[in-house]
C-alpha cells in the first residue's frame, strides 16, 4: 500500500504566521504601553487612582508596578517563551483592562484611561471609551487567537503543539 501524504489544512500552513503577527502586535502594544507609563510613574498612579477600583494602597503598587510588568510580559512575548502562557496573562490583563473602562463609563467618570501613559481625570466629554474599548477588546481577541494558536515563528517555544508535529518528528 502506497502511503499518501496528507496536505496540512490551510488554517495549519498560515496560523504559524498568524500567530507571529498577533505576538509581536501584543509585545508592541505592552512595551509601548509599559515604557510610556514607565517614563513618569506618579503619573500612573493617577490613572490607577482616577478609576475609583482600589484602596489607596493598592493603587500606589498597581501604578508603579503596571508598567514594569508590561514591559516584561512585552519582552517575553518577542522572544515566544511560554507564548500560551503568556497570552492567558495578556487577555487577563486586556480583560481587567476592559472590565476598569467599562466601570469607569458605567459610572460616569471623566478620565483618560492612562493606557499609554497620562491618564487621570479630565474634562467632562473628554474620555473616549468606545475606542478604548473597541481597542482593547480587539487585543483581547488577539490575545485568545494566541492562547488557540500559540505556535509561532520567531519564537524560542519549541515545544510541538499538535499532532502533525508529533507525526512529523516520529
Do not use: H
Amino acid at each position: 500500500m502506497i502511503a499518501v501524504a496528507s496536505q496540512p489544512s490551510r488554517l495549519a500552513r498560515i496560523s504559524p504566521w498568524v500567530s507571529t503577527l498577533v505576538r509581536l502586535l501584543l509585545a508592541g502594544v505592552f512595551l509601548t504601553a509599559g515604557a510610556m507609563k514607565a517614563m513618569d510613574p506618579r503619573a500612573s498612579v493617577n490613572a490607577v487612582r482616577a478609576y475609583q477600583l482600589l484602596p489607596a494602597s493598592a493603587e500606589t503598587v498597581v501604578g508603579w508596578g503596571l508598567p514594569f510588568a508590561e514591559i516584561a510580559l512585552g519582552l517575553l512575548l518577542v522572544i515566544g517563551v511560554f507564548t500560551r502562557l503568556l497570552a492567558m496573562v495578556s487577555a487577563l490583563v486586556l480583560t481587567a483592562f476592559l472590565v476598569a473602562v467599562v466601570s469607569a463609563s458605567a459610572r460616569g467618570l471623566s478620565i483618560d484611561c492612562g493606557c499609554f501613559g497620562g491618564g487621570g481625570t479630565v474634562a467632562r466629554g473628554q474620555s473616549d471609551y468606545t475606542t478604548e474599548i473597541l481597542r482593547d477588546s480587539l487585543l483581547l481577541l488577539a490575545a485568545l487567537w494566541l492562547v488557540w494558536q500559540p505556535r509561532s515563528r520567531l519564537a524560542l517555544d519549541t515545544e510541538p503543539s499538535g499532532r502533525r508535529e508529533l507525526e512529523e518528528a516520529a
